[in-house]
Antibody, heavy 120, light 113 residues
Framework: EVQLVESGGGLVQPGGSLRLSCAASGFTFSSFEMSWVRQAPGKGLEWLAYITATSTIIYYADSVKGRFAISRDNAQNSLYLRMNSLRVEDSALYYC?????????????WGQGTTVAVSS | DIVMTQSPDSLPVSLGEGATINCKSSQSVLYSSNNKNYLAWYQQKPGQPPKLLIYWAFTRESGVPDRFSGSGSGTHFTLTISNLQAEDAAVYYCQQYYSIPYTFGQGTKLEIK
């Protein structure tokens, strides 16, 4: 069974940092492209970052470029999102999501999400 | 950025009836080299992550009932749900994966009348 389990969320002050993790199981993690997507309370979905299976290509949304960094450790079956210079507007539920196939970034599996709250 | 606009924002429908949700992209998401539309549809129920329903505009994800169908090309797309069931009450999103940043529509809330 495919599983994605996010962790690392929490309450942080503006300007602070957090590192989110996504533990993958039930599939060959090293063969799949991955993304982070967030959802502010009561709001829609916002794609944030994408990484290819071998980390050779990485893309970011403008809203997080220069502040967030996506990475992965295929040996550990894990995806990460390092978040720096956090803002109040970064408060959201953060999902990791699997791309359904190579160069097909529709997301067929999602974790349950981890909550990030940025507040003083 | 490609802006995805869904209509309506909310849609009350009776059990057993059909529902149609529209999605318009600010530029074409049809890739001419393979004639594929880079468009997906998701269903999200309260407290759950989104669930992929359709990709390539009309390809149904494994396990999705055939009551769900996608159509359209270029900049206009439709998700059609026939014979509405109680479990179909959810928010539905379209998403383009034609270009970075991948963008979602604002969502359409399907309610059971």
């Amino acid at each position: 069974e495919v599983q994605l389990v996010e962790s690392g969320g929490g309450l942080v002050q503006p300007g602070g940092s957090l590192r989110l993790s996504c533990a993958a199981s039930g599939f060959t993690f090293s063969s799949f492209e991955m993304s982070w997507v967030r959802q502010a309370p009561g709001k829609g979905l916002e794609w944030l970052a994408y990484i290819t299976a071998t980390s050779t290509i990485i893309y970011y949304a403008d809203s997080v470029k220069g502040r967030f960094a996506i990475s992965r450790d295929n040996a550990q079956n894990s995806l990460y999102l390092r978040m720096n210079s956090l803002r109040v507007e970064d408060s959201a539920l953060y999902y990791c999501a699997r791309g359904i196939a190579t160069s097909l970034p529709a997301f067929d599996f999602w974790g349950q999400g981890t909550t990030v709250a940025v507040s003083s | 950025d490609i802006v995805m606009t869904q209509s309506p924002d909310s849609l009350p429908v009776s059990l057993g009836e059909g529902a149609t949700i529209n999605c318009k992209s600010s530029q074409s998401v049809l890739y001419s080299s393979n004639n594929k539309n880079y468009l997906a549809w998701y269903q999200q129920k309260p407290g759950q992550p989104p669930k992929l329903l359709i990709y390539w505009a009309f390809t149904r994800e494994s396990g999705v009932p055939d009551r769900f169908s996608g159509s359209g090309s270029g900049t206009h797309f439709t998700l059609t749900i026939s014979n509405l069931q109680a479990e179909d009450a959810a928010v539905y999103y379209c998403q383009q994966y034609y270009s970075i940043p991948y963008t979602f529509g604002q969502g359409t809330k399907l309610e059971i009348k």
